[in-house]
């Protein structure tokens, strides 16, 4: 069975500054990997995924994530933080064919100015 | 593009009383899903239903039941609600593309007093 660890359950940073929030999962198989974010008093939305091809993926608002297989990781990062990044960050991990998507604990990122 | 709607979103019971959480996707999905959010522990799935027609279990059923009405609708019932289970509940609605890829509503807190 799949397993998802966030390694970090609170990061805080200084706005404009750098951050990575860590992701390790455990599988057997292929695997699909997402992050998801979610906003104060919010559901969670999807903020990237990977599910086959180039290693590193990007969403829209700047944050990327590497799939390192060898490491069984899917660490998050930004270069440069915003105020309005302030939320928590769910890695998540599916394989192809299954009904259940697997969650981490999450990591609440503050980012302060 | 209502997407995945909860309702209601905020709900106070007393310790015995019953109620439904209802939960509707608009996006033609087969496969939808209820979870539960606690401080620390991330999501965790309470039941799931692959098509319409059929429910099943995930990792946290207990105190709780299913339906799943049509293929729009899939409803969470507590019975007999016990101050454990006071959360905040999302459900969600996951794309057909098999990919794990879910979409989320707003969530529905629920407090037991």
């Known amino acids: 069975a799949q397993s998802v660890t966030q390694l970090d359950s609170q990061v805080p940073v200084f706005e404009e500054a750098p951050v990575e929030l860590r992701c390790n999962y455990s599988s057997s198989v292929s695997v699909y990997l997402f992050w998801y974010v979610q906003y104060p008093n919010q559901g969670l939305q999807l903020l990237l995924k990977y599910l086959s091809g180039s290693t590193l993926v990007e969403s829209i608002n700047g944050f990327e994530a590497e799939f390192n297989k060898s490491q069984t990781s899917f660490h998050l990062r930004k270069p440069s933080v915003h105020i309005s990044d302030t939320a928590e960050y769910f890695c998540a991990v599916s394989i192809e064919g299954a009904q259940k998507l697997v969650f981490g604990q999450g990591t609440r990122l503050t980012i302060n100015p | 593009n209502a997407g995945v709607t909860q309702t209601p979103k905020f709900q106070v019971l007393k310790t015995g009383q019953s109620m439904t959480l209802q939960c509707a996707q608009d996006?033609?999905?087969?496969?939808m899903y209820w979870y539960r959010q606690d401080p620390g522990m991330g999501l965790r799935l309470i039941y799931y239903?692959?098509?319409?027609?059929?429910?099943d279990k995930g990792e946290v059923p207990n105190g709780y039941n299913v339906s799943r009405l049509n293929k729009r609708e899939f409803s969470l019932r507590l019975e007999s609600a016990a101050p454990s289970q006071t959360s905040v509940y999302f459900c969600?609605?996951?794309?057909?593309?098999?990919?794990?890829?879910?979409?989320f509503g707003e969530g529905s807190r629920l407090t037991v007093l």
């Open positions: 996006m033609n999905h087969n496969s």
């Open positions: 239903s692959a098509s319409e027609g059929t429910t």
């Open positions: 969600a609605s996951r794309d057909n593309a098999n990919t794990g890829e879910l979409f």
